[in-house]
């Protein structure tokens, strides 16, 4: 299994709540992010959870080198997810991370946010914080 994260797993892993154990367990066996996931994710540790950017900064350097595997954002992977967001109902920003998915041959992604087991193309969604 080939698994692509999106930032909200990443998010729980660097916070301090009940979430933390299921996102860093989902993360143990590696995978792959993006670019975009590592914006999102500065975001957030910036604005809402008011980390000091050297914290964020120190963060980023693990993932870099947890995750060598980094998409990156380009025209071609915006091409693929116009039609994402269109067919599919989704934002842009989530057929980002699918896009993503897709173009790092990942056949997992796992996500809060997007329907647990919903299919896009050979992607399955999955939530790791659902029970059952």
């Known amino acids: 299994m080939s698994a692509f994260f999106d930032t909200n797993i990443l998010v729980y892993s660097f916070s301090e709540n009940e979430k933390r154990g299921v996102a860093l367990a989902a993360l143990s066996d590696g995978g792959v992010i993006s670019v975009q996931v590592l914006n999102e994710l500065t975001n957030v540790l910036r604005k809402k959870q008011m980390r000091d950017w050297r914290t964020i900064e120190s963060a980023l350097s693990v993932l870099r080198l947890r995750f060598p595997d980094i998409v990156p954002l380009t025209a071609q992977l915006h091409e693929t997810a116009l039609p994402l967001a ?5 934002t842009i920003y ?15 992604l796992f996500s809060e946010d997007l329907q647990h087991d919903r299919v896009f193309g050979r992607v399955t969604i999955r939530n790791p914080f659902r029970e059952g």
Do not use: N
């Open 86 to 90: 269109r067919d599919h109902g989704l």
């Open 94 to 108: 989530d057929a980002l991370i699918v896009a993503a998915a897709f173009e790092a041959g990942c056949d997992t």
